[in-house]
């Protein structure tokens, strides 16, 4: 058991374990299911990690980007510590209604511009869920109904296209559909239902679209497919086909979305809207587990009434109050336009090392979601080098370094970053 600490100890974090404990215990009785670098984090403040001897490594990943907010924003805590405290905070049946979730709903679904307008001006609805995963199944769950009760797909017959490198999450339904084999391999039976295509390739969607295609899925920026944008036009694209055969076009924004590209909504910057979008990670501001499927009102009450779907956690009375807090925190300290303006100083300053570094294939970057494509293909080589110089980042895909820190990112913050990766890729 973790020992119980006194006021005058100055050992950072939950317990006085010695990391060597930790790196053992976790070795012994958990899955080794994560490939991790040898960093034990006892505290979280913003933009820092700190280790059990107090030094700091700045985050370039925000827990892929569910600490845009910063690691306990004052905002965010101080709300969840009003909910625990005035007895506000446990969940709650869902036969009876909270305030916390009605408040939150209505943030969300008008935060949201309005979606398929080609179902009309009838507002969005909000579902919400936990893990980022449990949302994309029941964006899922809303294409395949869309499908059988609106176009008349026999039920099991329903298609829905997804793309080459994607990352939805690693459930069976979801990994079904991946195109990395280390995902879905020796899980089988996998789901069936679905039809991939290469990453911008519109012609490639058009010819799977049959009469049992009843959705598109896709990343408007793909995180661990390589930190890839969609191709200028794919999106446009995307939308006039799913028009074209009466498709749902859903985003998963899990990653991309609440600021992240340097836009509240990362479709924004192509005029794009879809049928329905996949929020998660940062809608709590890196606190409690707390994802979302939002759609049309119209579209929401054809496909979920009581008994097809729900959650006992799901947009229970302590997330949404994260979740309030956290997109207030978004919008009030414009967290957006911070993403946009130091994110466009960061990349300019790492586009200029990669002209000066033999190591560096390219650099891809949108607001502070910057990716750097390394020449030898070992991200992780660099990341670990990296980490010993007070930055933990983390490989997309193998081949590109991460750089994702939270949106609270200062110039003088970028330019730590901007050293360290200056020693590592220039020398």
Not at 70 to 94: E, F, M, R, T, W
Not at 104 to 115: D, I
Not at 364 to 378: C, P, S, W, Y
Request: hydrophobic fraction near 40%; glycine fraction near 12%; charged fraction near 20%.
């Amino acid at each position: 058991m973790a020992e119980v600490k006194t006021q005058t100890e100055t050992t950072l974090g939950f317990s006085n374990e010695q990391d060597k404990s930790i790196l053992e215990w976790e070795s012994t009785f958990g899955a080794h299911h994560y490939g991790r670098q040898n960093l034990v984090v006892r505290k979280t403040e913003g933009v820092w990690l700190y280790s059990q001897d107090g030094k700091k490594y700045l985050d370039c990943l925000a827990a892929y980007s569910a600490a845009n907010q910063g690691h306990h924003h004052p905002k965010i805590v101080q709300a969840l510590v009003d909910a625990l405290q005035g007895n506000y905070a446990s969940v709650i049946s869902n036969v009876v209604y909270t305030d916390s979730l009605a408040i939150f709903l209505k943030k969300l679904a008008t935060l949201v511009p309005q979606l398929g307008t080609r179902f009309g001006n009838n507002g969005n609805k909000v579902l919400p869920k936990n893990g980022g995963v449990e949302s994309v199944e029941t964006a899922i769950k809303m294409a395949r109904y869309y499908g059988h009760k609106s176009k008349g797909i026999a039920d099991g017959k329903q298609e829905i296209i997804v793309f080459g490198n994607n990352f939805h999450g690693r459930m069976i339904t979801v990994i079904s559909f991946s195109t990395s084999e280390k995902y879905k391999q020796g899980f089988g039976p996998l789901t069936p239902g679905f039809k991939v295509a290469d990453f911008g390739d519109l012609e490639a969607v058009k010819k799977l679209v049959n009469e049992n295609t009843c959705g598109i899925l896709v990343e408007p920026m793909q995180g661990e497919g390589g930190m890839y944008s969609a191709p200028e036009g794919f999106l446009a694209g995307l939308r006039e086909i799913a028009d074209q055969n009466d498709l749902l076009l859903i985003f998963d924004e899990i990653q991309v979305g609440l600021g992240r590209t340097g836009k509240m909504f990362c479709f924004e910057h192509e005029g794009v809207v879809p049928d329905g979008i996949v929020l998660g990670k940062a809608l709590s501001g890196g606190t409690i587990p707390l994802s979302c499927f939002v759609t049309n009102s119209k579209l929401m009450d054809m496909a979920f009434q009581p008994g097809s779907d729900g959650s006992t956690y799901g947009g229970y009375p302590l997330a949404c109050v994260a979740g309030n807090a956290a997109l207030d925190v978004i919008v009030n300290e414009k967290l957006v336009d911070n993403a946009n303006k130091v994110g466009g100083y960061l990349a300019d300053k790492i586009k200029d090392i990669a002209s000066r570094s033999d190591c560096v294939k390219e650099v891809r970057a949108k607001g502070l979601f910057i990716g750097i494509e390394v020449k030898d293909g070992d991200a992780m080589g660099y990341c670990r080098k990296l980490l010993d110089l007070g930055l933990m980042a983390n490989d997309s895909h193998g081949h590109t370094i991460r750089i994702s820190p939270p949106l609270t990112l200062t110039e003088d913050e970028a330019d730590y970053i901007i050293e360290r990766l200056e020693k590592v890729l220039v020398g």
